[in-house]
């Protein structure tokens, strides 16, 4: 990575030069009369290159992501000289140095190149920065800018690179910029600064001769938010009873700083410091505990941490609001608790008004949730202004708070357009959330501003309260790792669970079950002789669902295809979640769109089965036919024959069986593991598998009992059958001990659950692994109707759903190989024959072939013509696609026939298998043949069946 960076570093200076010149000066000229003649004469990057001294990657955050720590070490030789004519001055830097841990965010990561959307970076904590000024008193006289020293702008350039300033670099088109550059909050903690004890005494008498006490005060900082507590008069344990709330925007990484300092006249004095990793909070939800000040001789701090989540509903609204109501507000300049935070991504406007005189504006936007007011930044010379900016305010109570926006020009005189919307619209939202363009108030006709508004109740999930003490997150081993743990004043007594504490959501997942069918009416795409003669389409389908994709086969050259193919996907209940099926013709080159269909998962959920067709959306016609099924979960072991034997029976073209059990494993922690062949503590991480599924834990960093906390899932196709195997081992390498489960043990156990502490094989006698497995049945419904048919059982009234369900075994898309697979190896085709009423229409579907006869060398090159007898003209024969070299082909190919159902029962199907041979060939083109009377057949039901072929017509 270095040697890339040294041979990059001449290419980033030419863009660096580039940005100063082209955009950052031109800028600056225009925000300051002042500065009007400013221009970098000089930038030069030098010859030494930044160099990265150490690399950590996180694995066990979100998957859509990929998180990187760069520890970056930079003692450049960079040159860069800027004047101002106007005041004849000169002024630039020579020499920089930058240390510090850069955070790198690949997100979102996307399935086409480059793969990654955007880079985000940015410092967890503010970066050591030393910069060799030269001419800087010269540019400080400078009306605009005497009034800032050499100190404040280091400060200023600091701060910009820490959190919650972020660095994103889009790399692909349509991102949300603003969001990426200033996602959601991945929590807020509320700090209650309760007291300090033993601190030492700095205020002496009579040149120390009579030793005093303290004025003391506490400064609390995260990231760049800082807070200063009052201080405590003439007090060596001091109460100041002091809350707080930080944002906190990413763990683990960002830190509490706490420093405690004497009040004096002159100069404050440091009476100790303590740190504290802000992940330790979210794993312990609540803490409350003694901190001892480091770099002092003595002192404590008492300090109470809450872990607030962001919740997407309002459900427990009033239950926060109630709770915050019990809370305790200490000193008249307080704020009270919140109940929820706000976050608004104002993204553009168009069509403001112009200035007089019929000037351009130079917009910013003001944001007020009751006294806090914030602004964006100031976009110059237009009336269609982008910010994308982002802005997050704390609310109290949403019921009672407005968002008040005002768009102004540059100097804040002349209001541009005005907009207040109430946080109860946000309450009534789906997911707490509104993305849409307003129309601006008191402005032009057409003025409206493109606002994204994101509330998230605060909610402190008091069952996940750990009781036991919270063991310090592991060093990074790099110099900023300082993480002190809490000293508590009554230590308790640590003793080994029986069970595991899985958290409230564990086993809370479900199975979607998606039966792709078929689709109808299909625009056609592939035009011959430039579009002269109208061809078909090769459709496929995309589905697209919870982060997963998949990917259809292609159906040749047709616009009624059908695919009969199985999807199962393993779902957490999020709402705002939905099913995309995208429909493409295949081409060459570039795939063209066939239609769209979006089906909210919390309707599927609610509805648990649906089997109907959906007209695809933002093209002229076609319709897709879909079956979808949110599989019920039983813990009822007398199900799992019916289930396994229904399963079995079930044929789908992708050559899907579909899951009978969904097996849950909550992996807690492990207890006396061997150590290392050097005697040391292992890195341990467990992995588990399950056929050809595997899943790891993060690895705990030394430890013979390391505690993991962390839930998999995997689909079960025979419980009977299939084994789970935990293998644990020090950092993938040497092997600490396994676990062999059949998953039919759980068969035994009541509700399906293990729960217990498990013996390792290959390790320690004392070696053992505390974890919890559980298996939940899917019963689906056609399941439950298979059984009630083969068991001659009348469905409940009262069960609607179950019985339409059974109805639907009989008229959904007949399956590959039927009830007569096992046919007596004559040559066969199988057929369905239906008739439609909703369409008045005839529909023949031409699935396969087997056992067809080889005259040659060579299989067949198959395909079947077909014609509805009696058809002097012969406008009624059909025939399908060539099958290449098959004696078994599948062509899914269906046909249309506008007429009557009375016409139809007059007709004779005639069908002819036969062999694609040139006009010249001697190979024997016909390889059966069969005519069907459709007066014979129930075409109400449209039974789908194999028929003998022979060399004479039935």
Not at 199 to 222: F, T
Not at 615 to 623: A, F, Q
Not at 805 to 829: F, I, M, Y
Request: glycine share 6%; net charge negative; proline share 5%.
């Amino acid at each position: 990575m270095n040697k890339i960076l040294q041979q990059a570093w001449p290419f980033i200076g030419q863009y660096l030069e580039k940005l100063l010149v082209e955009t950052i000066a031109p800028s600056i000229r225009a925000a300051s009369a002042h500065l009007q003649t400013l221009s970098f004469t000089k930038v030069d990057l030098g010859d030494r290159a930044m160099k990265v001294v150490g690399v950590k990657a996180y694995t066990e955050h979100d998957k859509r992501q990929v998180i990187l720590d760069l520890y970056i070490s930079y003692a450049g030789d960079v040159e860069i000289n800027v004047e101002v004519k106007k005041y004849f001055c000169k002024a630039g830097v020579k020499g920089i140095q930058l240390h510090g841990k850069l955070r790198v965010i690949l997100e979102p990561l996307i399935g086409d190149v480059p793969l990654v959307g955007a880079i985000t970076m940015f410092f967890i904590r503010r970066p050591k920065l030393d910069i060799n000024w030269t001419g800087l008193t010269n540019l400080l006289d400078i009306p605009g800018l005497n009034a800032m020293s050499d100190t404040m702008i280091m400060d200023a350039i600091a701060s910009f690179l820490v959190l919650p300033n972020r660095l994103t670099v889009p790399l692909v088109a349509n991102l949300h910029v603003a969001q990426l550059r200033s996602p959601l909050p991945r929590g807020i903690v509320r700090i209650h600064l309760l007291e300090a004890e033993n601190l030492a005494a700095k205020d002496n008498y009579m040149k120390g001769v009579i030793s005093g006490k303290s004025d003391p005060y506490a400064v609390l900082r995260v990231g760049t938010q800082t807070f200063t507590s009052h201080h405590v008069d003439n007090n060596l344990n001091p109460q100041w009873r002091e809350m707080y709330e930080v944002i906190v925007h990413e763990v683990p990484g960002q830190e509490l700083e706490l420093e405690v300092f004497d009040k004096d006249p002159d100069q404050d004095d440091f009476l100790g410091r303590m740190k504290l990793d802000l992940g330790i909070v979210k794993k312990a939800v609540l803490l409350d505990e003694w901190y001892t000040l480091k770099d002092a001789p003595s002192g404590q701090v008492h300090l109470k941490l809450e872990w607030l989540s962001l919740l997407p509903s309002a459900e427990r609204l009033n239950e926060v609001l109630e709770r915050n109501n019990n809370i305790t507000i200490h000193g008249k300049t307080a704020d009270p608790p919140s109940a929820a935070i706000l976050t608004v991504y104002l993204d553009r406007a168009q069509d403001l008004p112009f200035k007089k005189g019929n000037k351009d504006p130079s917009p910013m936007v003001q944001i007020s949730v009751q006294d806090t007011t914030k602004e964006s930044r100031m976009v110059y010379g237009t009336n269609n202004p982008v910010w994308e900016d982002a802005f997050t305010f704390f609310i109290q109570d949403p019921r009672k708070q407005d968002i008040d926006i005002q768009v102004k020009d540059d100097d804040r005189a002349l209001t541009l357009g005005g907009l207040s919307i109430p946080l109860s619209r946000l309450l009534s939202s789906a997911e707490l959330s509104m993305d849409q363009w307003f129309q601006l108030e008191k402005s032009g006709p057409a003025s409206r501003i493109y606002i994204t508004a994101m509330l998230r109740v605060l909610w402190l999930n008091e069952e996940a309260i750990l009781t036991t003490p919270v063991t310090p997150l592991p060093r990074d081993g790099d110099i900023e790792s300082e993480v002190s743990s809490g000293v508590s004043k009554v230590t308790p007594t640590s003793k080994r669970p029986e069970h595991t504490s899985p958290d409230s959501n564990f086993a809370s997942e479900g199975v979607l079950r998606i039966h792709l069918v078929e689709a109808q009416s299909l625009i056609a795409k592939d035009n011959l002789m430039g579009g002269m003669v109208k061809g078909k389409s090769d459709p496929y389908v995309k589905i697209r669902v919870g982060g997963l994709a998949f990917k259809s086969q292609v159906i040749k050259e047709n616009l009624n295809p059908i695919w009969n193919e199985l999807y199962e996907v393993i779902l957490t209940q999020l709402p705002g979640q939905e099913v995309e099926f995208d429909l493409y013709d295949k081409d060459i080159d570039q795939d063209d769109f066939l239609g769209r269909v979006k089906v909210s998962l919390r309707d599927l959920i609610s509805a648990q089965f649906t089997d109907q067709w959906y007209t695809l959306n933002d093209v002229k016609s076609g319709r897709l036919h879909l079956v979808l099924e949110w599989v019920p979960k039983v813990s009822d072991p007398t199900r799992l024959e019916q289930i396994l034997h229904y399963n079995y029976r079930q044929s789908y073209l992708n050559k899907t069986v579909p899951s009978a059990a969904l097996l849950f494993v909550y992996v807690e922690r492990a207890h006396g593991l061997p150590l290392k062949k050097s005697g040391k503590e292992p890195k341990a991480g467990a992995e588990l598998s399950l056929k050809n599924i595997s899943y790891r834990t993060k690895v705990v960093s030394r430890s013979t009992s390391p505690q993991w906390d962390e839930a998999f899932h995997f689909l079960i196709h025979n419980p009977t059958e299939d084994t789970l195997i935990v293998k644990l081992s020090h950092s993938w390498g040497q092997a600490l001990g396994s676990l062999v489960l059949p998953v039919r043990e759980l068969l035994d156990e009541k509700d399906l659950v293990l729960d217990r502490w498990f013996s390792l094989d290959g390790a320690m006698p004392e070696s053992q692994i505390l974890l919890r497995a559980e298996l939940k049945l899917l019963d689906s419904k056609l399941a439950q109707c298979s059984n009630a048919e083969d068991s001659s059982h009348v469905i409940s009234t009262g069960d609607a759903a179950a019985a339409a369900n059974c109805e639907l075994r009989h008229r959904s898309v007949p399956v590959q190989g039927g009830e007569d697979a096992s046919s007596t190896g004559k040559a066969q085709v199988k057929l369905s024959v239906a008739y439609s009423s909703e369409e008045n229409r005839l529909v023949v579907t031409v699935h396969a072939c087997r056992n067809l006869p080889s005259y040659s060398k060579d299989p067949p090159d198959t395909y079947i013509s077909f014609i509805l007898l009696p058809d002097k003209n012969r406008i009624t024969k059909r025939k399908t696609s060539v099958k290449k070299k098959s004696l078994k082909p599948e062509f899914n190919e269906r046909f249309d026939f506008d007429m009557s159902r009375e016409e139809a029962k007059q007709k004779h199907l005639e069908v002819s298998v036969k062999n694609s041979v040139s006009f010249m060939s001697r190979e024997k083109e016909l390889l059966g043949k069969l005519q069907i009377d459709l007066s014979q057949l129930d075409l109400k039901a449209g039974v789908s069946q194999w028929y003998d072929l022979s060399h004479e017509t039935n």
